[in-house]
């Protein structure tokens, strides 16, 4: 009997030789012209971050600050409570996540694999609540969170994210691809609906659980307006608002600024670089399964 | 182990869709009962109300003394095999067998009791630290055969568990399915579109079509005697041949002809039999006879005394199969017929040649597609 493992061996012919030297200069100098177009915003970024704030204006005729201030970072934290502003950010977008996690995991499994009347029916009415645009929605969510009494509070910035018909969309249309024999098959061994959902679906759909965790952690991590809305209390205050800190009436200190987002935009590059296969089978996601 | 019987089950979808209709079964203690049919046919969705994961519409469904008809699957006493096998992919062939044991709470020492002894029976003991991404499609095969044993159920339930192997590994497997049933004896209900599958494993098989139980019979009966002209065409390979005609009497023998070119005398000394052939004279009927029923040399069976059994038949596709070859034939009227005789080198294409048939072998079928076999001896 031919038991070996069946792996599927790919080969492209010509993958991997060295195409027409003519073409692959034209592909590789459009690929530097892309990449140093992007870099090219952060290299200034950092470099606005090491001026003085005097010499921030006059940094487009130097291109490079004549003295180099690397204490602003230090500066940014005895100015603001920015570490405290750190811990909300994390906070807020690590229970946002969890919750949301949960709570789409759950309606995605009720609407991929348990069959009942009127299913269909209402996840278009779910689907329906993504054409509403975010913004237009700002005022009766802040009327409901103040109404809880949840004003100016971590739960008022948690509680209105736990639940997204987005992330259900996303992990139903995961939870399609996985065979339904599977939880028949469980059904027989003696599961019922939560050890189906718990042991059998919800560990295949982890590649779908992450990038829904990962874009939701993001998101939430950069919010901006609903924490400017519901926060009044400084030490509420997420990074997005710490940094407005730094741009007031009196005046505005661009190389604190730009040392202070420097350091927000740490953890998801972080957070990118450790998770990026997912994110892109996550696109990949929307583009094949469809 | 357990009876199945099946009362009279029918099953609608949405009201409107009907898929099984008045299913009538008495499966007994052991036996192994093969549902076969085309695509469409109702077998998966019968088998589908036994295991409880369909919702039986009509009827009853009874498991070892039991009306089962609103138990959860799980506490049904079954255990199945998918054809895609259903293994759950993110654990280990170790865990994908003790699951089910594990769910119902069982000790461990007894789970790794069964796990070893199963994985020994099938010859997987090697594999058990894999996940299923890494094995073969045999050995997956026998994975999913594992999760059911080690289960000890009452019934097995098999859907087409051989259909994603390649022929030959599907031809060994069998073999080692029916081996694995006669060491365990466990009552054992297997669906199955291949023909072939269900004659080599079925101690009685049940041919279905639109909704319908067909033929319930041993392999051998329903081969032998089809009840219907559907039944004749589904089973054997090549398919039986089918000529229309009519049946005469010549002196006091009754003769199926057909056009011009075919004059059979017709066996009618079974009793019973020639009344019923002669209740049917004049009528438009289908004489149906399997390619191995015809031969080139007029000896033995193929040599009824008054003979009147030749087919003069033109010659167009030869296929040797090593001991037979299948020759397609055209009949005057520009019929295609196919005869499965002994092989011989040089055996002629394109000439006309004359065909002898065997009489007792040939069946009488009332016009349509279920059209029943007038010339069926009672069992």
């Known amino acids: 009997m031919p038991e070996q493992p069946a792996q599927p061996r790919t080969t492209i012919v010509g993958e991997g030789r060295a195409g027409l030297p003519i073409s692959r200069v034209a592909v590789f100098a459009g690929l530097t012209l892309f990449g140093v177009t992007a870099a090219v915003p952060f290299v200034w970024q950092i470099l606005m971050s090491l001026a003085t704030l005097t010499d921030v204006d006059l940094l487009t005729q130097t291109g490079f600050p004549p003295t180099l201030l690397p204490s602003n970072y230090g500066l940014v934290f005895e100015r603001v409570p920015f570490a405290k502003y750190f811990f909300n950010s994390f906070f807020v977008a690590g229970w946002v996540t969890i919750l949301q996690v949960i709570t789409c995991a759950m309606a995605a499994y009720a609407f991929s694999r348990v069959q009942w009347p009127g299913r269909e029916k209402v996840f278009l009415l779910y689907l329906g609540t993504l054409m509403i645009p975010g913004v237009v929605l700002m005022v009766p969510n802040f009327a409901v969170v103040l109404g809880l009494g949840m004003f100016n509070s971590y739960w008022g910035l948690i509680i209105p994210g736990a639940f997204s018909a987005f992330g259900t969309f996303m992990l139903r249309q995961f939870m399609l691809t996985i065979p339904t024999s599977l939880d028949e098959a469980a059904a027989i061994d003696g599961a019922g609906h939560w050890r189906i959902f718990t042991e059998v679906v919800l560990p295949l759909a982890r590649p779908g659980v992450i990038v829904l965790a990962i874009f939701c952690f993001l998101g939430n991590y950069n919010s901006f307006f609903w924490p400017l809305i519901l926060v009044k209390d400084v030490n509420l205050r997420t990074l997005p608002l710490g940094l407005l800190v730094f741009d007031s009436s009196y005046g505005r200190e661009t190389p604190l600024i730009m040392a202070a987002s420097l350091m927000a935009m740490v953890p998801p590059v972080v957070i990118f670089l450790l998770l990026n296969r997912y994110l892109v089978k996550g696109i990949q996601l929307g583009a094949v399964k469809g | ?379």
């Open chain 2, 1 to 379: 182990m357990a009876q199945v019987v099946l009362r009279n089950v029918g099953k609608v979808y949405d009201r409107k869709v009907r898929a099984v209709e008045g299913f009538n079964l008495d499966i007994r203690d052991g036996e192994f009962v093969v549902f076969v049919g085309p695509s469409g046919c109702g077998k998966s969705t019968t088998l589908r109300m036994i295991a409880g994961l369909e919702d039986i519409t009509e009827g009853t469904v009874d498991i070892g003394g039991r009306v089962v008809n609103h138990v959860h699957p799980k506490d049904r006493d079954i255990a199945m095999v998918f054809q895609n096998y259903a293994l759950y992919p993110h654990m280990t062939v170790f865990k994908n067998l003790a699951f089910g044991l594990m769910l119902r709470k069982m000790p461990k020492e007894e789970i790794r009791r069964r796990v070893g002894e199963a994985a020994r029976l099938l010859g997987i003991e090697q594999l058990l630290e894999r996940k299923p991404k890494a094995l073969s499609g045999g050995q997956r095969q026998r994975v999913a055969l594992g999760r059911a044993i080690v289960r000890e159920p009452q019934v097995f339930l098999f859907d087409e568990p051989l259909s994603n192997l390649d022929a030959k590994l599907r031809v060994v497997t069998r073999t080692e399915l029916k081996n694995l049933h006669q060491r365990l004896r466990t009552t054992t209900i297997y669906v199955t579109h291949d023909q072939e599958e269900a004659m080599t494993l079925g101690d009685r098989i049940v041919v279905m079509s639109n909704g319908r139980i067909q033929q319930v019979d041993t392999p051998l009966n329903v081969y032998r005697r089809p009840v219907n002209r559907f039944v004749a065409a589904f089973l054997g390979s090549p398919p039986m041949n089918f000529v229309e005609g009519t049946i005469a009497r010549e002196g006091q023998r009754p003769v199926f002809v057909g056009g011009d070119w075919l004059r059979l005398a017709l066996p009618a000394d079974q009793p019973g039999v020639a009344a019923d052939l002669a209740r049917h004279e004049g009528r438009p009927l289908v004489l149906g006879f399997r390619p191995n029923a015809m031969s080139e040399h007029a000896a033995g069976k193929f040599a009824p005394p008054g003979g009147g059994n030749a087919l003069r038949l033109a010659t167009t596709v030869v296929e040797p199969l090593g001991d037979k070859i299948d020759v397609s034939c055209q009949t005057p009227a520009g019929q295609r017929l196919i005869a499965r005789i002994d092989a011989r080198d040089n055996f002629p294409a394109g000439q006309t040649i004359e065909f002898f048939l065997d009489p007792e072998h040939v069946h009488v079928f009332e016009p349509g597609e279920f059209g029943p076999n007038i010339l069926r001896p009672p069992a």
